[in-house]
């Protein structure tokens, strides 16, 4: 059920494949837009060392990443969310001059 259309397959791997997506049930114009952030690049996003994050990952206080291969990655839609929901720090007000 692709809504995006792609070129007929040209060999047998690319039918495979072909076939394989028809089968899946998701509107890939949708999720075109995440993209998988490195252990350097949530960092660099965060501005928090990886061994705060994976403490806060591991007490389920920030989102898991994904295995991919032998890497580990974090959907860039879930870091960005994580980091929306965070509170707003709220300062005291001044102290009024008399």
Not at 9 to 36: I, K, M, T, Y
Not at 64 to 71: F, H, K, L, Y
Request: net charge positive; aromatic share 10%; with cysteine.
């Amino acid at each position: 059920m692709r809504k995006t259309k792609l070129a007929p397959p040209a060999n047998r791997h690319e039918r495979r494949v072909a076939a394989a997506l028809d089968q899946v049930e998701c509107d890939f114009d949708s999720v075109r837009g995440d993209r998988f952030l490195s252990r350097a690049a949530v960092c660099a996003k965060t501005g928090l060392s990886f061994p705060y994050i994976w403490k806060m990952t591991r007490e389920g206080k920030f989102p898991p990443g994904r295995q991919v291969g032998s890497r580990t990655l974090w959907i860039e839609s879930e870091v960005d969310a994580w980091m929306l929901a965070r509170p707003v720090r709220v300062y005291r007000k001044p102290a009024e001059v008399a």
